[in-house]
DNA sequence: GATTGGCAAATTGTCGACAATTTCATTATA
DNA sequence: TATAATGAAATTGTCGACAATTTGCCAATC
């Protein structure tokens, strides 16, 4: 996530991303608990600062907390994928179409150029689409709705999430083929203004990525 | 909000649900500065259950913080209701799709049953909605809709926001005409099993009840 | 041998104190 | 007078210790 940069100031946000981080990555793998004192041990931090990181990972779903028993890393499921992707259809849809009616004209120009630029990747053959990628283009229209809640909502919560399902499925940088023209004819129709179709093509794009990300999970 | 009991183990727990509580139905104004040491001499618990209490309404969106600063009570503003519902309007409108197709046909039974029930209550001259009601109707469809996480998001998150925004704008008990036969028209599709027309109408219904929102903040 | 009861260890919840940072009034300077 | 520097007061951030609860083990009982 080079995009958006969050800055730790406290202590607490430094533990918290380091965390974050660990556990979206797999390092941490799911359904481990989380001891206060181990981890306060392990960061050479107060017991405090822990339990404030564990609380902001628990707000953003990543953990999942029992009062008086402690906190254990969510244990993704193909259950839970499916939901996460239906919340990601309807807010994505929604921030399309909003981006259609907000996104300035130049954050569109250099949006589309983005994607040429991608273009002549694909054209010498070189696979799209880098992750890294993918999560620009979406991020950039998620920003472009201008909607603030709905950016809060997507950039801490949902996208972490929905990364932590790619990397325990082992499938850091997903289907080459289709992607580009479905970015492509996204960012038409936000030219265009034409919010009505960019919701509907986004969420269609949206549900080609869960259904790819769901064969590879039923071969498991 | 006596339908899905939250219960209070910690006192952590407690303080949160308390000062939620003040602050949504508008006890603790909007814009006010939350000190730590004052709410804690106030429900006579220490600093620490405080801190934590604000940690939680800050993911909520309840409070806004910055570090080494404090928090405040946000201030509502005719962009942040915009944005709010546009979110409602995609999650909900997602919920009522998913109802269509996961709700048990005793479950959507009861819903008819209920809105018959208040229907009773409009023949007779009195006014349909009770917020109560209203609240009601929407919390079942997103419990239909059997998505757990769009369940916890909407009912901790979106929720207890739209109240404020209800209270503070000193509209709690909404509009009384349309809405009733807006209900109506959503539990047939769902009952229908069209989750197509289902998202559709409740999309609509959300979007009307903001235009009726708007306007009456725009006469302020 | 299986089940229940209770004790000890470990873990989380809560507290008060100290450290770091911000805020605000006061003073000094241009 | 306006602006900047200074320092004290207040507030948040961090810490270690104690209290409350859970967990796991061991013995007692059936």
């Given at each position: 996530m080079s995009f958006f940069q969050e800055q730790a100031v406290t202590s607490s946000d430094k533990t918290f991303f380091r965390l974050r981080e660990e556990i979206v990555e797999g390092e941490?793998?799911?359904?481990v608990k989380l001891s206060e004192v181990e981890l306060s041990t392990k960061y050479e931090v107060s017991r405090a600062v822990v339990r404030e990181a564990i609380n902001r990972l628990e707000a953003c779903n990543i953990v999942e907390r029992k009062a008086n028993v402690g906190a254990r890393v969510v244990t993704l499921t193909a259950e839970g994928l499916l939901e996460l992707y239906q919340i990601r259809e309807a807010l994505e849809g929604m921030a399309a179409r909003l981006a259609a009616q907000n996104m300035p004209e130049t954050e569109i120009e250099k949006l589309s150029n983005l994607l040429d630029d991608q273009f002549e990747l694909v054209k010498q053959?070189?696979?799209?689409?880098q992750e890294a990628g993918d999560l620009d283009f979406h991020y950039r229209i998620i920003v472009g709705s201008q909607n603030q809640q709905l950016i809060t909502m997507l950039s801490n919560g949902i996208y972490h999430l929905a990364r932590m399902y790619r990397v325990q499925l082992g499938m850091?940088?997903?289907?080459?083929?289709t992607a580009y023209d479905e970015h492509k004819h996204i960012v038409k129709a936000i030219a265009n203004r034409d919010g009505e179709l960019a919701e509907i093509l986004m969420r269609r794009h949206i549900q080609y990525s869960k259904n790819n990300i769901a064969v590879k999970l039923s071969k498991m």
């Open positions: 941490i793998p799911a359904g053959g070189q696979s799209y689409y850091t940088g997903p289907r080459v083929t």
